[in-house]
């Protein structure tokens, strides 16, 4: 399985990179007639086409082909989380946010070129997000595209991804508990996992009860992938992740490894893994991806 | 026709900030479900309700009136837009950017809070106007609300208002000519009320011919916006227009004015004004007020 795992896992992110390989570009961002934002737009590829794992857009096609439901119509929907995904990390990489200088061993946007660049690309990237899950797309009616635009929104918004990071930059002022944690959490990387396995359903038109399955995996899902993440934080070298490692404890964050310890941690990890895989349970076999999914979220070692 | 034009527009006006004032409050964004970010919210509070003339969403709210549909379903798009046009502005004041201390006399949201919390603010305001847009709402079905955050999502980014901001920046070292400045400006401030004008016809399902109309006189009503404030930064002093005039010369942003020279700019705005009015013929009177909208964007004395 492992192996299969990975190789279905390459191969959609390497259909979702040329998707936005051909969606971003002088000749699609077409409304200027005469001088087209050529720079804005190197800077929208350069933080998209930037060999990233995929991992929300193949939540968002596993999760859609449950349904029934092909590649290439769930790809708008899977494309535009990935440049949520990858606006959220050049605004967070801003100065004024978290202030980084290397994204996967590359300079971060505003190194490469400047911070107005970096906003502005950034707020490209968001709003052409909701361009691609609304245009015509074959097999996606519009009635589901205005569902599909109308949870991302949500779970990028105020209420989620943007809400969380603003929490998260709070929290480094506090000592935030358990709960405090668990919802900055929630918002902040949950909220657009938990969107990309509903949004398979929304597309496949599942039954409330299906949607609400979904729903409850993504966010199990989510909380796995989170928690991996603060474990590597403590466990991994930077050499091993790419990029600098230790930063919740040097930020003085709150994480559940620092709340739980590091074996509490683990065993809670397992057992969102174990909740994960049996709430697919009434798909059955057909659900083996989605399982894998979150046993790969639960020991990414990348 | 004056005085009732300026009552109707406060009348809208005010209905917006309303909407608004309900919308974005922490009782609306309730994902979190235990500290929801007050101060990020408090932010795009600031950015918003803060007596805008609301122009962009009369614009919508007068041109659905044209094909019959209520304040009520017009006003999600209407505030939409004008989350987006605040968005810009917070964006756009960041010392990345235009460097602006005061807005409308009050400060910044970067000088009031930080710049970290403005840019998640202009996130959060961005996210939400496609929301708002495709949420539920009486009287408007999904095919239409899907339609509307398409073009919204056009109209806003990096081929329209996003795009052109690039291009306004990149401006600043170069020396435009007559087409640079027109495209940047169709861009940067004409997309979005060319949106505002569709959006109407949208709403009310107009026939793609009526749709084109709105389309043309929504491009000829942002020219006449745009032109009337660049020959306003000459002419106007800095109390007049509660913001920094003499801006664009100082930068040495090529305008139509400097192209042109004041009175030929002058002449061009009548003729944009009286095009836009032309267009509108086919509605007969019931397109008074769209024509007094383009008269009052040419006027404008504050």
Known sequence: MDEQFRNRLSEHAEAVTRFLDKAISPDEIRQGEISRPAQLIAAMRYATLNGGKRL???????????????EAAAMPTAA??????????????LPAMDDDDLRRGKPTVHRKWDEATAILAGDSLLTFA?????????????????KLASHLARAAGPGGMAGGQMLDLQAEDGDPGMKEVLTLQSMKTGALIRFAAEAGAILGKASPGEQEILSRYGRLAGQAFQLADDILDVTATTEQ???KTGKDGEAGKGTLVSLLGLDEARRRLDGLVEEAVAILEPFGDRSNVLKATARFFAGRDS
Do not use: N, Q, W
């Open 56 to 70: 929300r857009p193949f939540v968002t096609i596993e999760s859609a082909a449950l349904f029934g439901v092909s």
């Open 80 to 93: 535009a989380l990935e440049c949520i995904h990858c606006y959220s990390l050049v605004h967070d990489d």
């Open 130 to 146: 909701f361009d691609l899950v609304t245009a015509p797309c074959d097999g996606v009616d519009e009635t589901v595209r205005c």
């Open 241 to 243: 992740m790419g990029k």
